[in-house]
């Protein structure tokens, strides 16, 4: 059973636009979210996080975007930059617990 | 500052022969965690450590993996009798409380 879900497996944006990538998770006890960034041969690195006591959180170009009654999160990237072309992940995790259930991942591609 | 680092960075192994694979974290993280990523799959807990705490191994697929963490430090994931399906990256992560930082991970081929 997945409980954290990211649907789309490929995004493809062109320069400068906004990119969102979706997330949905079925446990309702998470109440912590991450997003990471992971380029090839690298581990994945963190990007930014919301608690569920927040609906958005944003750091520069990145917004992320907590809906609790749909179980939907999105992290939008605005503007989008090749830079930016990445995996990107989702993870959640529940207070009090140390395990993170990550989603299988959406590539990012930016076009110039 | 040192990130995160593991060793070998590529493995190939034929099947049924051991394999050992280091996890060097971050200096004063007191948790440490593993994970599996196979080919079109999200990571894959695998294993956790935190201080002096007996770990939480529920994630081990089975019992030919183990892992060890020596002196609270360095990390030894150990998978024995190797199989295809052991085929994967696996990383390792460290942290000191929320967030978690990546090694490189090491991409173990089973032959």
């Known amino acids: 059973d997945q409980q954290v879900k990211q649907n789309s497996p490929s995004l493809s944006v062109q320069e400068g636009r906004i990119s969102i990538l979706n997330c949905d998770y079925t446990?309702?006890?998470?109440?912590?979210f991450l997003w990471y960034k992971k380029y090839p041969a690298e581990g994945p690195t963190f990007l930014i996080s919301?608690?569920?006591?927040?609906d958005k959180n944003e750091d520069g170009r990145f917004t992320v975007f907590l809906n609790k009654s749909a179980k939907h999160l999105s992290l939008h990237i605005v503007p989008s930059q090749p830079g930016d072309s990445a995996v990107y992940f989702c993870?959640?995790?529940?207070?009090?617990?140390?395990?993170?259930?990550f989603g299988t991942g959406t590539r990012l591609k930016v076009l110039a | 500052g040192a990130g995160v680092s593991q060793s070998p960075s590529n493995k190939v192994t034929e099947k049924g022969k051991d394999v050992e694979l280091r996890c060097d974290p971050i200096?004063?993280?007191?948790?440490l965690y593993w994970y599996r990523q196979s080919l079109g799959q999200g990571l894959e807990f695998l294993i956790y450590?935190?201080?002096?705490?007996?770990?939480?191994k529920s994630g081990l697929p089975s019992d030919r993996f183990s892992a060890e963490r020596t002196g609270g430090s360095v990390s030894t994931l150990t998978i024995q009798r190797t199989q295809q399906e052991d085929s994967a990256v696996y990383l390792c992560?460290?942290?000191?409380?929320?967030?978690?930082?990546f090694g490189p991970g090491t991409r173990l081929t089973v032959l």
């Open positions: 992560a460290s942290s000191p409380e929320d967030t978690q930082y």
């Open positions: 446990n309702s006890m998470f109440d912590y």
């Open positions: 919301i608690s569920s006591i927040k």
């Open positions: 993870a959640a995790s529940a207070s009090g617990t140390y395990k993170y259930i």
């Open positions: 200096s004063g993280h007191t948790a």
């Open positions: 450590f935190q201080g002096n705490s007996a770990p939480d």
